[in-house]
């Protein structure tokens, strides 16, 4: 990726002489180092400083150099990752590609990942279910509307979405997979036999099967992780992970909502059996489901549940976006800070 000619070199460059990278940082055990080893992207994860502010750095491994592939899939989530910019993604910073070694730099999240917090709390409160079901769908809206070409994350799962110091989800791990495009929207993995991680349940069944797909596969994913965070655990926890896919990819089984109905809403409940459908065709896109979410608040104000939850300025910011009024990055950003800014002020 060296270039010859000064003025050709990226706007995102970074100087690596500003990483400032400690080895003690070395976070060999996290979620990317392991998710890396299976999408052909060797290396490492860290976490270093970069002008005073923490950053997360992927570090290609020295023996991926000679590898075209690896080369490539780190082309392919750089050239993604420089492209995306909303409230709800994680957010480049820069990469080091004129030198050796080549880097990706995000910005770093202390509070790790959903799937952390989803381990650590188990069931989380239905304010909360809906706060951060807002948040992944705006992200995934968002991706899968990028023009000219919707981005599909094809392995959204709570270890690959981030919690920032105010509470809000941000999405990552996409552009791991490397897919071929059919058609506008219709997509099929350009390297099935080496790119699939071990089974997840996370995952839509005509992806693992090496089928055509398109972007209602991350709805399922969606539905998924809905029903992991209102019931406190996956679907078949019980049972071992081989098994818990085979009951839901194959033999297309769904597992019953145990929690009580005064709990959550029944649009709820709906909501999460049409995301998981065996069947494309009726899984809602993120558009349709920021619409249902808000509905679902909505509904919920008007019968008193949970009244002093959505009397917090988070609801108000968010149906404001839903309306519309959220129409470029610029603004996005602005509304980042302002919903920081609000949960703090309603949380203390």
Not at 136 to 155: Q, T
Request: contains cysteine.
């Amino acid at each position: 990726m060296t270039v010859a000619n000064p003025q050709e070199v990226p706007e995102y460059e970074l100087n690596p002489s500003e990483l400032q990278i400690r080895k003690s940082d070395s976070i060999t055990k996290s979620r990317l180092q392991v998710t890396l080893a299976y999408y052909n992207w060797q290396g490492s994860y860290q976490v270093a400083k970069w002008n005073g502010t923490r950053v997360s750095v992927k570090i290609l491994d020295k023996d991926s150099y000679s590898d075209p592939e690896s080369i490539n899939a780190f082309k392919y989530e750089l050239t993604l990752l420089e492209k995306v910019r909303h409230p709800n993604v994680i957010q480049f910073v820069g990469a080091v590609t004129q030198n050796i070694p080549m880097m990706i730099v995000s910005e770093y999240h202390l509070n790790g990942d959903l799937g952390s917090k989803l381990r650590k709390k188990g069931r989380l409160s239905p304010s909360k279910v809906l706060r951060f079901a807002f948040d992944i769908a705006r992200g995934m809206n968002y991706l899968h509307e990028f023009k000219p070409d919707p981005i599909i994350h094809c392995s959204l799962q709570p270890k690959n979405i981030l919690l920032d110091s105010g509470g809000q989800l941000k999405i990552a791990g996409f552009g791991l997979l490397r897919l071929s495009k059919l058609s506008a929207d219709k997509v099929k993995l350009a390297r099935p036999d080496e790119q699939l991680d071990p089974p997840n349940i996370y995952m839509a069944p005509e992806i693992r099967k090496n089928m055509i797909f398109d972007r209602s596969v991350d709805a399922y994913s969606f539905g998924v992780m809905l029903y992991e965070m209102t019931e406190g655990g996956v679907p078949f926890r019980s049972k071992p992970v081989e098994e818990e896919v085979k009951l839901m990819r194959f033999e297309q089984q769904r597992p019953p909502l145990k929690t009580k109905s005064k709990s959550y809403p029944p649009e709820l409940r709906e909501l999460i059996e049409e995301c998981w459908d065996p069947e494309p065709l009726v899984r809602p896109t993120f558009s349709e489901i920021i619409v249902r979410l808000d509905k679902i608040v909505s509904g919920c104000t008007k019968q008193g549940w949970w009244k002093d939850t959505f009397k917090l300025p988070w609801y108000a910011l968010i149906t404001e976006e839903i309306r519309g009024r959220i129409i470029n990055s610029e603004t996005g950003q602005r509304f980042q800070v302002r919903v920081q800014a609000r949960i703090l002020e309603a949380s203390s």
